[in-house]
């Protein structure tokens, strides 16, 4: 098993941040113009590309 540096787990979490849905009162609050996340992402489908340095 491979472990995580303490870089690679702080990247990770901030995309798992990024990667949440918009809140509902934002797409109201625009009249649905602002209806999609651009981070958005699948943990299944879309991999995320990481540099790690070695």
Request: proline share 2%; no cysteine.
């Amino acid at each position: 098993m491979s472990k995580k540096t303490e870089s690679k787990k702080k990247m990770l979490g901030k995309r798992l941040k990024r990667a949440k849905r918009i809140p509902l009162l934002a797409s109201l609050r625009t009249h649905r113009k602002l209806q999609s996340n651009k981070f958005q992402r699948n943990w299944r489908s879309q991999k995320l590309k990481l540099k790690t340095k070695k």
